[in-house]
């Protein structure tokens, strides 16, 4: 008896990883499929939100520079104020730009 339920929990956890899974699969070709969707890159209109949202989607946590619209990865970004560059001075440009913050 106790082998049969063994077998049966260990059927339900393949089932289960399986079905993870394919759900994962299912969420990485979504990705894909809007990350390789040729971005209107909207020239001036720097949508932070968009760039978090593309990073999330690519799986690694990527950022896109505020100032030049490069993507890149969040370890390698300086981060200022809830803004991500590429480089020092980029930001210390984006900076300049801003009113006063
Ligand atoms: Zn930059």
């Known amino acids: 008896m106790g082998k049969l339920l063994f077998w049966l929990a260990l059927v339900a956890l393949a089932f289960l990883a399986m079905k993870l899974a394919a759900i994962s699969q299912r969420k990485r070709e979504a990705a894909q499929r809007e990350g390789a969707a ?26 896109q520079c505020e100032h030049c619209g ?29 009113p006063r913050r």
């Open 38 to 63: 040729p971005g209107a890159q909207p020239t001036g209109a720097r949508s932070g939100a968009s760039a978090r949202r593309a990073g999330e989607l690519a799986g690694e946590m990527m950022v």
């Open 70 to 98: 490069v993507f890149l990865p969040a370890s390698d970004a300086f981060v200022d104020g809830g803004h991500s560059f590429c480089d020092r001075a980029h930001r210390d440009a984006h900076r300049a730009r801003q």
